[in-house]
């Protein structure tokens, strides 16, 4: 499967900015879906993920509360809402897929998005 993350942008502390990941290559709804983020100088780490029939999602805590991911399977998108934004979500965010789990470990995911940036300013 091939992902394209777009969305990332400039945007204010408290603002609000939404991301998308369009897949193709593959049967979309066979796969989880997760979203990540890798600041400068620091190690990608987890955003938010979700399962295949929508039924499940997981966050990690600097995102719960603020940030929803959704999927529309029938348009082959992952979706991740992000509202009150502060500056240290600032990062790279990509998009990842895997056939297996609900995991919040980017070594359990198999393919990868380019990135989209993401700058909140104080």
């Known amino acids: 499967v091939q992902l394209q993350a777009s969305g990332g942008g400039l945007v204010q502390a408290g603002g609000s900015l939404r991301l998308s990941c369009a897949a193709s290559?593959?049967?979309?709804?066979?796969?989880?879906m997760g979203w990540f983020r890798q600041a400068p100088g620091k190690e990608r780490e987890f955003v938010a993920a979700?399962?295949?029939?929508?039924?499940?999602?997981r966050y990690a805590d600097s995102a719960k509360g603020r940030f929803t991911i959704s999927r529309t399977n029938a348009k082959n998108t992952v979706s991740l809402q992000m509202n009150s934004l502060k500056p240290e979500d600032t990062a790279v965010y990509y998009c990842a897929a895997n056939t297996k789990l609900l995991s919040s470990s980017s070594n359990n995911y198999e393919y990868w998005g380019q990135g989209t940036e993401v700058t909140v300013s104080s």
């Open positions: 979700i399962s295949w029939s929508v039924g499940s999602t």
């Open positions: 290559g593959s049967t979309f709804s066979n796969y989880i």
